[in-house]
Protein backbone atom coordinates (compact mmCIF):
# COMPACT_ATOMS: atom_id res chain seq x y z
CA UNK A 1 0.00 0.00 0.00
CA UNK A 2 1.53 3.53 -0.89
CA UNK A 3 0.96 6.56 1.27
CA UNK A 4 1.77 6.30 5.01
CA UNK A 5 0.30 3.42 6.54
CA UNK A 6 -0.69 4.03 10.46
CA UNK A 7 -2.77 0.46 10.27
CA UNK A 8 -0.91 -2.01 12.23
CA UNK A 9 2.94 -2.56 13.26
CA UNK A 10 2.30 -6.04 11.10
CA UNK A 11 2.98 -4.45 7.90
CA UNK A 12 6.62 -3.70 8.61
CA UNK A 13 8.79 -5.47 5.44
CA UNK A 14 11.90 -7.33 6.42
CA UNK A 15 15.02 -5.16 6.22
CA UNK A 16 17.94 -5.23 3.91
CA UNK A 17 19.94 -7.41 6.86
CA UNK A 18 16.97 -9.87 7.63
CA UNK A 19 16.31 -10.46 3.50
CA UNK A 20 20.50 -11.39 3.72
CA UNK A 21 20.27 -13.60 6.80
CA UNK A 22 17.44 -15.09 5.22
CA UNK A 23 19.26 -16.25 1.63
CA UNK A 24 22.51 -17.12 4.15
CA UNK A 25 20.31 -19.10 6.92
CA UNK A 26 21.56 -22.94 7.35
CA UNK A 27 18.29 -24.86 7.28
CA UNK A 28 17.42 -28.64 8.36
CA UNK A 29 14.03 -30.24 8.56
CA UNK A 30 12.80 -28.91 11.65
CA UNK A 31 10.43 -32.08 12.35
CA UNK A 32 13.25 -34.16 12.08
CA UNK A 33 17.11 -33.66 13.15
CA UNK A 34 15.84 -29.90 14.00
CA UNK A 35 16.61 -26.83 12.30
CA UNK A 36 19.64 -25.34 13.21
CA UNK A 37 18.79 -21.49 12.89
CA UNK A 38 15.45 -21.65 14.57
CA UNK A 39 18.08 -23.50 17.68
CA UNK A 40 19.56 -20.43 17.60
CA UNK A 41 16.92 -18.12 17.26
CA UNK A 42 14.92 -20.00 20.47
CA UNK A 43 18.25 -19.77 22.71
CA UNK A 44 18.50 -16.39 21.93
CA UNK A 45 14.84 -16.23 22.38
CA UNK A 46 15.10 -17.93 25.90
CA UNK A 47 18.24 -15.48 26.60
CA UNK A 48 16.41 -12.35 26.33
CA UNK A 49 13.28 -13.36 28.15
CA UNK A 50 15.14 -15.12 30.75
CA UNK A 51 13.49 -18.58 30.69
CA UNK A 52 14.82 -22.44 30.35
CA UNK A 53 13.55 -22.43 27.09
CA UNK A 54 11.72 -21.39 23.87
CA UNK A 55 9.90 -22.18 20.64
CA UNK A 56 9.20 -20.66 17.16
CA UNK A 57 5.75 -20.58 16.17
CA UNK A 58 4.07 -19.23 13.14
CA UNK A 59 2.27 -16.32 14.75
CA UNK A 60 1.42 -14.61 17.57
CA UNK A 61 -2.38 -15.99 17.83
CA UNK A 62 -0.47 -19.82 17.38
CA UNK A 63 1.54 -19.19 20.11
CA UNK A 64 -1.04 -18.01 22.32
CA UNK A 65 -2.99 -21.26 21.54
CA UNK A 66 -0.44 -23.88 21.92
CA UNK A 67 0.60 -22.01 25.24
CA UNK A 68 -3.13 -22.40 26.58
CA UNK A 69 -3.38 -26.33 25.27
CA UNK A 70 -0.05 -26.74 27.10
CA UNK A 71 -1.53 -25.27 30.25
CA UNK A 72 -5.23 -26.77 30.46
CA UNK A 73 -6.92 -30.18 30.05
CA UNK A 74 -9.86 -30.33 28.49
CA UNK A 75 -12.77 -29.11 30.71
CA UNK A 76 -10.46 -26.55 32.38
CA UNK A 77 -11.26 -22.96 31.76
CA UNK A 78 -8.47 -19.61 31.90
CA UNK A 79 -9.72 -16.30 32.49
CA UNK A 80 -8.93 -13.33 29.61
CA UNK A 81 -9.54 -9.79 29.49
CA UNK A 82 -12.73 -8.88 27.60
CA UNK A 83 -10.52 -6.38 25.36
CA UNK A 84 -7.91 -8.81 25.09
CA UNK A 85 -6.77 -9.45 21.56
CA UNK A 86 -7.04 -13.47 22.67
CA UNK A 87 -10.78 -12.47 23.71
CA UNK A 88 -11.04 -11.68 20.53
CA UNK A 89 -9.61 -14.74 19.09
CA UNK A 90 -12.46 -16.58 21.00
CA UNK A 91 -15.45 -14.40 19.46
CA UNK A 92 -14.01 -15.37 16.47
CA UNK A 93 -13.48 -18.69 17.26
CA UNK A 94 -10.50 -19.11 16.85
CA UNK A 95 -9.22 -21.47 19.29
CA UNK A 96 -9.03 -22.48 22.64
CA UNK A 97 -12.89 -23.41 22.68
CA UNK A 98 -12.74 -24.95 19.73
CA UNK A 99 -9.49 -26.83 19.79
CA UNK A 100 -9.20 -27.03 23.32
CA UNK A 101 -12.33 -27.37 25.02
CA UNK A 102 -11.21 -24.79 26.90
CA UNK A 103 -13.50 -22.66 28.29
CA UNK A 104 -12.98 -18.74 28.15
CA UNK A 105 -14.30 -16.55 30.87
CA UNK A 106 -14.09 -13.08 30.30
CA UNK A 107 -13.14 -10.26 33.22
CA UNK A 108 -13.21 -6.40 32.74
CA UNK A 109 -9.97 -4.89 32.69
CA UNK A 110 -9.11 -1.35 34.08
CA UNK A 111 -8.59 1.25 31.91
CA UNK A 112 -4.83 0.68 31.72
CA UNK A 113 -5.22 -3.11 30.75
CA UNK A 114 -4.80 -4.70 34.35
CA UNK A 115 -7.19 -7.11 35.72
CA UNK A 116 -8.57 -6.97 39.18
CA UNK A 117 -7.23 -9.73 41.12
CA UNK A 118 -10.26 -9.21 43.41
CA UNK A 119 -12.25 -10.21 40.39
CA UNK A 120 -10.30 -13.14 39.23
CA UNK A 121 -11.02 -14.59 43.18
CA UNK A 122 -14.46 -14.09 42.50
CA UNK A 123 -14.77 -15.46 39.44
CA UNK A 124 -12.73 -18.76 40.48
CA UNK A 125 -15.17 -19.09 43.53
CA UNK A 126 -17.91 -19.87 40.84
CA UNK A 127 -15.87 -23.13 40.83
CA UNK A 128 -16.99 -24.44 44.03
CA UNK A 129 -20.99 -23.95 42.39
CA UNK A 130 -20.23 -26.84 39.77
CA UNK A 131 -18.38 -24.69 37.16
CA UNK A 132 -15.15 -25.38 35.51
CA UNK A 133 -11.86 -25.45 37.36
CA UNK A 134 -9.85 -21.95 35.90
CA UNK A 135 -6.38 -23.36 35.30
CA UNK A 136 -4.67 -20.30 33.56
CA UNK A 137 -4.74 -16.69 33.53
CA UNK A 138 -4.01 -14.48 30.81
CA UNK A 139 -2.63 -11.00 30.49
CA UNK A 140 -1.67 -8.51 27.76
CA UNK A 141 1.94 -6.31 28.12
CA UNK A 142 1.60 -4.23 26.09
CA UNK A 143 -1.79 -4.17 26.28
CA UNK A 144 -3.22 -3.08 23.19
CA UNK A 145 -6.68 -2.11 23.25
CA UNK A 146 -5.90 0.77 26.70
CA UNK A 147 -3.59 2.82 24.30
CA UNK A 148 -0.67 0.05 23.91
CA UNK A 149 -0.29 0.79 27.75
CA UNK A 150 3.10 -1.32 28.89
CA UNK A 151 2.78 -3.23 32.19
CA UNK A 152 5.51 -2.78 34.83
CA UNK A 153 7.20 -5.72 36.70
CA UNK A 154 5.93 -4.88 39.89
CA UNK A 155 2.52 -5.06 39.02
CA UNK A 156 2.77 -8.42 37.32
CA UNK A 157 4.76 -9.68 39.85
CA UNK A 158 2.03 -9.55 42.84
CA UNK A 159 -0.36 -10.22 40.11
CA UNK A 160 1.32 -13.81 39.35
CA UNK A 161 1.60 -14.23 42.92
CA UNK A 162 -2.27 -13.58 43.63
CA UNK A 163 -2.89 -16.10 40.70
CA UNK A 164 -0.81 -18.98 41.90
CA UNK A 165 -2.38 -18.17 45.24
CA UNK A 166 -5.43 -19.32 43.64
CA UNK A 167 -3.99 -22.54 41.97
CA UNK A 168 -3.44 -21.22 38.57
CA UNK A 169 -0.50 -20.06 36.41
CA UNK A 170 -0.19 -16.92 34.68
CA UNK A 171 0.44 -16.39 30.70
CA UNK A 172 1.65 -13.18 29.20
CA UNK A 173 0.50 -12.50 26.15
CA UNK A 174 3.47 -10.32 24.73
CA UNK A 175 2.97 -9.55 21.19
CA UNK A 176 4.46 -6.13 22.15
CA UNK A 177 6.43 -7.07 24.89
CA UNK A 178 9.98 -5.62 23.58
CA UNK A 179 7.84 -2.40 22.95
CA UNK A 180 7.05 -2.68 26.95
CA UNK A 181 10.43 -3.28 28.21
CA UNK A 182 11.87 -0.51 25.89
CA UNK A 183 9.03 2.09 27.11
CA UNK A 184 10.03 1.23 31.12
CA UNK A 185 13.61 0.64 30.11
CA UNK A 186 13.79 -2.86 31.45
CA UNK A 187 15.01 -6.20 30.32
CA UNK A 188 12.47 -7.97 28.70
CA UNK A 189 13.25 -10.57 31.33
CA UNK A 190 11.65 -8.64 34.13
CA UNK A 191 8.44 -8.14 32.24
CA UNK A 192 7.93 -11.93 32.46
CA UNK A 193 9.99 -13.36 35.11
CA UNK A 194 7.07 -13.94 37.58
CA UNK A 195 4.34 -15.85 34.45
CA UNK A 196 4.70 -19.61 33.69
CA UNK A 197 4.59 -18.77 30.02
CA UNK A 198 4.96 -15.65 27.37
CA UNK A 199 4.61 -15.17 24.04
CA UNK A 200 6.00 -12.65 21.75
CA UNK A 201 5.33 -11.39 18.06
CA UNK A 202 8.54 -11.24 15.92
CA UNK A 203 6.33 -9.96 12.85
CA UNK A 204 4.96 -6.64 14.29
CA UNK A 205 7.29 -4.12 15.73
CA UNK A 206 10.34 -6.23 14.95
CA UNK A 207 9.55 -6.29 11.62
CA UNK A 208 10.23 -10.03 10.76
CA UNK A 209 7.85 -11.15 7.96
CA UNK A 210 6.45 -14.37 10.26
CA UNK A 211 6.27 -15.28 13.20
CA UNK A 212 6.25 -15.68 17.49
CA UNK A 213 7.60 -17.14 20.30
CA UNK A 214 6.28 -18.88 23.22
CA UNK A 215 8.45 -19.07 25.92
CA UNK A 216 8.74 -21.14 29.32
CA UNK A 217 10.26 -24.12 31.44
CA UNK A 218 11.59 -26.80 29.53
CA UNK A 219 9.16 -29.33 30.15
CA UNK A 220 6.71 -27.01 29.73
CA UNK A 221 8.22 -25.88 26.03
CA UNK A 222 8.72 -29.92 25.08
CA UNK A 223 4.57 -29.75 26.06
CA UNK A 224 4.16 -26.36 24.00
CA UNK A 225 6.06 -28.21 21.07
CA UNK A 226 3.08 -31.26 21.08
CA UNK A 227 0.38 -29.01 21.12
CA UNK A 228 2.40 -27.18 18.12
CA UNK A 229 2.45 -30.19 16.07
CA UNK A 230 -1.58 -30.48 16.63
CA UNK A 231 -2.25 -28.01 15.49
CA UNK A 232 -0.38 -28.57 12.35
CA UNK A 233 2.73 -26.00 13.42
CA UNK A 234 5.35 -28.55 12.30
CA UNK A 235 6.95 -26.30 10.19
CA UNK A 236 10.43 -27.41 7.96
CA UNK A 237 13.65 -25.77 7.23
CA UNK A 238 11.90 -22.82 9.60
CA UNK A 239 16.30 -21.29 9.40
CA UNK A 240 14.49 -18.94 6.70
CA UNK A 241 11.74 -17.31 9.27
CA UNK A 242 14.54 -17.71 12.40
CA UNK A 243 17.41 -16.22 10.70
CA UNK A 244 15.30 -12.57 10.63
CA UNK A 245 14.17 -13.21 14.07
CA UNK A 246 17.64 -13.20 15.14
CA UNK A 247 18.29 -9.95 13.25
CA UNK A 248 15.37 -8.73 15.00
CA UNK A 249 16.38 -9.46 18.27
CA UNK A 250 19.94 -8.06 17.47
CA UNK A 251 19.13 -5.20 15.88
CA UNK A 252 15.23 -4.09 16.22
CA UNK A 253 14.91 -3.35 19.90
CA UNK A 254 16.18 -0.35 20.86
CA UNK A 255 15.00 1.37 17.80
CA UNK A 256 12.03 1.18 19.53
CA UNK A 257 12.11 4.17 21.51
CA UNK A 258 11.84 6.09 17.91
CA UNK A 259 8.49 4.66 17.28
CA UNK A 260 7.50 5.36 20.60
CA UNK A 261 8.69 8.94 20.22
CA UNK A 262 6.86 9.44 16.39
CA UNK A 263 3.19 8.09 18.26
CA UNK A 264 3.73 10.56 21.23
CA UNK A 265 4.10 13.39 18.66
CA UNK A 266 1.34 12.00 16.52
CA UNK A 267 -0.72 12.20 19.64
CA UNK A 268 0.19 15.58 20.57
CA UNK A 269 -0.48 16.87 17.54
CA UNK A 270 -3.69 14.73 17.30
CA UNK A 271 -4.76 16.64 20.65
CA UNK A 272 -4.62 20.44 18.78
CA UNK A 273 -7.21 19.33 16.35
CA UNK A 274 -10.58 20.34 16.78
CA UNK A 275 -12.85 17.52 16.90
CA UNK A 276 -10.46 14.62 18.15
CA UNK A 277 -10.02 13.98 21.90
CA UNK A 278 -6.94 11.95 23.28
CA UNK A 279 -4.95 12.30 26.20
CA UNK A 280 -1.23 12.64 24.18
CA UNK A 281 0.48 11.66 28.41
CA UNK A 282 -1.03 8.74 27.61
CA UNK A 283 0.86 7.14 24.78
CA UNK A 284 3.87 5.55 25.66
CA UNK A 285 4.27 3.44 23.03
CA UNK A 286 3.67 2.77 19.76
CA UNK A 287 -0.21 2.49 19.36
CA UNK A 288 -2.78 5.51 19.70
CA UNK A 289 -6.26 5.74 20.16
CA UNK A 290 -8.84 9.02 19.96
CA UNK A 291 -12.36 9.84 19.40
CA UNK A 292 -14.17 12.12 17.29
CA UNK A 293 -16.74 14.19 18.35
CA UNK A 294 -18.90 14.98 15.08
CA UNK A 295 -18.26 12.19 12.73
CA UNK A 296 -18.11 8.36 12.23
CA UNK A 297 -14.33 7.16 12.03
CA UNK A 298 -15.18 4.87 9.09
CA UNK A 299 -15.80 8.22 7.91
CA UNK A 300 -12.46 9.74 8.58
CA UNK A 301 -10.79 6.66 7.69
CA UNK A 302 -11.65 6.30 4.61
CA UNK A 303 -11.71 10.19 4.07
CA UNK A 304 -7.69 9.59 5.39
CA UNK A 305 -7.11 6.91 3.08
CA UNK A 306 -8.15 9.26 -0.12
CA UNK A 307 -5.18 11.49 1.42
CA UNK A 308 -2.52 8.33 1.58
CA UNK A 309 -3.06 8.20 5.35
CA UNK A 310 -4.26 5.12 6.62
CA UNK A 311 -5.68 4.00 9.70
CA UNK A 312 -7.96 2.01 11.21
CA UNK A 313 -11.21 2.99 13.01
CA UNK A 314 -12.03 0.33 15.95
CA UNK A 315 -14.63 -0.14 17.86
CA UNK A 316 -16.09 3.71 17.86
CA UNK A 317 -12.57 5.31 17.60
CA UNK A 318 -9.57 5.41 15.09
CA UNK A 319 -6.17 3.38 16.31
CA UNK A 320 -2.85 4.75 14.51
CA UNK A 321 0.42 2.04 14.93
CA UNK A 322 3.94 3.73 14.39
CA UNK A 323 6.57 1.15 12.98
CA UNK A 324 9.93 0.97 11.70
CA UNK A 325 8.71 2.37 8.40
CA UNK A 326 7.42 5.99 9.98
CA UNK A 327 9.24 8.72 10.21
CA UNK A 328 9.02 12.21 11.62
CA UNK A 329 8.69 13.60 8.31
CA UNK A 330 5.90 11.17 7.58
CA UNK A 331 4.02 12.70 11.68
CA UNK A 332 3.50 15.59 10.10
CA UNK A 333 2.49 14.67 7.22
CA UNK A 334 -0.27 12.60 8.52
CA UNK A 335 -0.93 15.47 10.62
CA UNK A 336 -1.52 17.90 8.23
CA UNK A 337 -3.90 15.79 6.45
CA UNK A 338 -5.95 14.84 9.69
CA UNK A 339 -6.18 18.16 9.53
CA UNK A 340 -7.53 18.61 6.23
CA UNK A 341 -10.03 16.06 6.80
CA UNK A 342 -11.12 17.42 9.97
CA UNK A 343 -11.55 21.02 8.75
CA UNK A 344 -13.65 19.70 5.58
CA UNK A 345 -15.41 17.34 7.72
CA UNK A 346 -16.58 20.18 9.95
CA UNK A 347 -17.61 22.05 6.77
CA UNK A 348 -19.65 19.41 5.61
CA UNK A 349 -21.45 19.01 8.76
CA UNK A 350 -22.16 22.62 8.55
CA UNK A 351 -23.44 22.64 4.64
C1 LIG B 1 -1.40 -9.12 17.06
C2 LIG B 1 -1.70 -9.66 18.40
C3 LIG B 1 -1.77 -11.04 18.61
C4 LIG B 1 -1.70 -12.05 17.47
O1 LIG B 1 -0.52 -12.05 16.79
P1 LIG B 1 -0.46 -12.57 15.27
O2 LIG B 1 0.99 -12.76 15.05
O3 LIG B 1 -1.08 -11.49 14.45
O4 LIG B 1 -1.24 -13.84 15.23
C5 LIG B 1 -1.97 -11.49 19.90
N1 LIG B 1 -2.10 -10.62 20.91
C6 LIG B 1 -2.04 -9.30 20.75
C7 LIG B 1 -2.16 -8.39 21.94
C8 LIG B 1 -1.85 -8.76 19.48
O5 LIG B 1 -1.82 -7.44 19.33
Known amino acids: MNGIDLRSDTVTRPTPEMRRAMYDAEVADGGLEGDPTTKKLEELAAERLGTEAALLVASGSMGNLVAALAHCAPGDAMIVGERSHMAWSADQGKGHSTYGRIGVRRLPENPDGKLGIEDIGLSMAAESE ?129 DHANARRLAEGLAQISGISIEPERVTTN ?61 AAHA
Open 130 to 258: GESRVALVNMENTHNQSDGTPIDPAWTASFAEGVHDRGAVLHIDGARLFNAAVALDVPASALVADADSATFCLSKGLACPIGGIVAGSSDYIAEVHNRRKIVGGEMRQTGVISAAGIVALNSMVDRMAD
Open 287 to 347: ILYFKLSDRTPEEVEQSLAEEGVHCFALDGRIRMVTHHHITPEDIETALGAVQRVMQSDAG
